[in-house]
């Protein structure tokens, strides 16, 4: 690093307090907007002589439940010692100071290489993820960093901050702990964004709608279950895929509101084709912020009862991530939804995390093999011994295996050799709407088609 500046540090509190780190003196000021103008004044000298810069902000997204609890007077405190601690942890010729009410925002102005952001980055959270104590109180701060470079050298404060903001928000979307801003995820943001606001409407309007892929039970030939699928088909941007759908939800309250519009829905499609004499149950897909909805157990309840379809006919699909996430009220919702009588399964086994101490813990009743290894499992031994090792597994904990992918009759005979209990995919049939999904069903039940017994 080469240079010297002057480090401002400032809490917001009214009045928010500057730190000068030259003197160790505390002297009051009206704003953070302080901190703005001399981050601005040192970024313009920054570009002007041709150095490195870069903006990294800190979301600590574990104060705001703080402040219920501790009151605003002693979080502003406690975010104090904490952009104190950032200070010690950046060089002398860095500043940082609030950008939000739990947020900490740095200007690293004197960087060797763009590189040096990202090992910044690092440090910061290596600080932050440690214990912390305040008052003899043990904080969790749970932060999150997005990290914003000026590659340009030309880019100024607000700029830098947006992208590092945008950053800091697809951080917080995948999960991530530090994210680098990238230039194409900012349309994307906006396209989320554009999604998000006409969402509301669609689910109002009708213009959302559930398609059904049959999962065949093995043993009988018959299809026990049906898995809803939402489909988008927008009227000028066509079809959203459903991750993309979800994607823009998830994190809002439309996230609750669109998972009972596909419970309700589901629930009314169910009981109409079990009227026509269609033995199957439903599987319904829930997202990992589902899990952490404290009214979702209550409201899905409701939606059984009005519907009157039986708890037992109903599986509650989770991702293996969302599902192996280490949260105590996750775990509390799983254990309320099976004691109303759910089925749980464990949605794209073999793509997460799984630990075997976790998973003796969850109270599921079936596991889903993904894709990915059942697709190429006659070409690829590898694929093939993973499979079995999953069903005999799974078999071990009681669990039914449903693997997902099947697209051939091949495959299909493969995993009745192998005990499999159920198949899903295109060899079975894609996702048919209701009327579709009633005839099928119903022609296997005749026993018209012997090709799966």
């Not at 914003?148 to 880019?155: E, G």
């Not at 829905?265 to 169910?270: F, S």
């Amino acid at each position: 690093m080469s240079g010297t500046c002057r480090l401002v540090l400032m809490v917001l509190t009214p009045p928010a307090i500057i730190y000068d780190a030259t003197v160790n003196v505390a002297m009051p000021i009206q704003s953070y907007q302080n901190f703005l103008q001399t981050a601005s004044r040192i970024l313009l000298d920054a570009n002007s002589a041709h150095r490195h810069s870069a903006v990294i902000i800190i979301n600590l997204e574990g104060l705001p439940d703080l402040d219920g609890i501790l009151g605003y007077t002693e979080v502003d405190e406690i975010l104090g010692k904490l952009i104190q601690q950032t200070h010690d942890a950046l060089n002398a010729a860095d500043i940082a100071g609030p950008s939000g009410r739990h947020q900490i925002c740095c200007l690293l102005s004197d960087l060797l290489t763009t590189n040096h952001a990202i090992l910044a980055a690092h440090k910061i959270m290596r600080v932050f993820t440690q214990t912390h104590r305040f008052n003899h109180r043990r904080v969790s701060l749970l932060p999150r960093i997005g990290v914003a470079l000026n590659t340009s050298q030309k880019d100024d404060l607000r700029t830098l901050m947006s992208n590092a903001s945008t950053a800091l928000h697809h951080a917080k979307r995948s999960r991530e702990s530090i994210r680098l801003y990238d230039e194409n995820e900012k349309d994307s943001l906006l396209s989320s964004m554009d999604i998000w606001s006409e969402l509301d409407r669609a689910i109002d309007t009708g213009e959302l709608q559930l398609v059904y892929q049959p999962q065949l039970w093995i043993d009988t030939g018959k299809i026990r279950s049906a898995e809803a699928l939402l489909r988008w088909n927008h009227p000028s941007r066509g079809f959203i895929p459903p991750d993309k759908l979800i994607h823009a939800a998830e994190g809002t309250e439309l996230m609750t509101k669109l998972t009972l519009w596909v419970f309700n829905t589901a629930l009314r499609q169910c009981q109409e084709y079990r009227k026509t004499g269609l033995d199957t149950g439903v599987s319904i897909n829930l997202s990992a912020g589902d899990l952490n909805d404290a009214e979702l157990v209550e409201l899905i309840e409701q939606a059984v009862n009005i519907w009157n379809i039986p708890p037992g006919e109903i599986m509650i699909e989770l991702t293996e991530t969302a599902i192996m996430e280490d949260q105590s009220n996750s775990l509390e919702t799983l254990h309320a939804l099976k004691n109303i009588g759910f089925r749980l399964a464990m949605d794209d086994f073999g793509t997460g995390y799984s630990s075997m101490e976790r998973l003796l813990l969850l109270p599921l009743d079936e596991i889903k093999i993904d894709k990915t290894f059942v697709t190429d499992m006659l070409s690829r031994p590898a694929h093939e011994r993973i499979v079995s090792s999953m069903i005999s597994i799974g078999h071990q904990l009681n669990l039914d295996i449903i693997a997902e992918g099947v697209e051939n009759l091949t495959t299909y005979r493969h995993l009745r050799t192998l005990r499999c209990d159920a198949v899903q995919g295109f060899f079975v049939g894609n996702g048919m709407a209701m009327p579709e999904l009633i005839k099928f069903g119903l022609r296997l039940k005749a026993d018209e088609d012997a090709v799966f017994r």
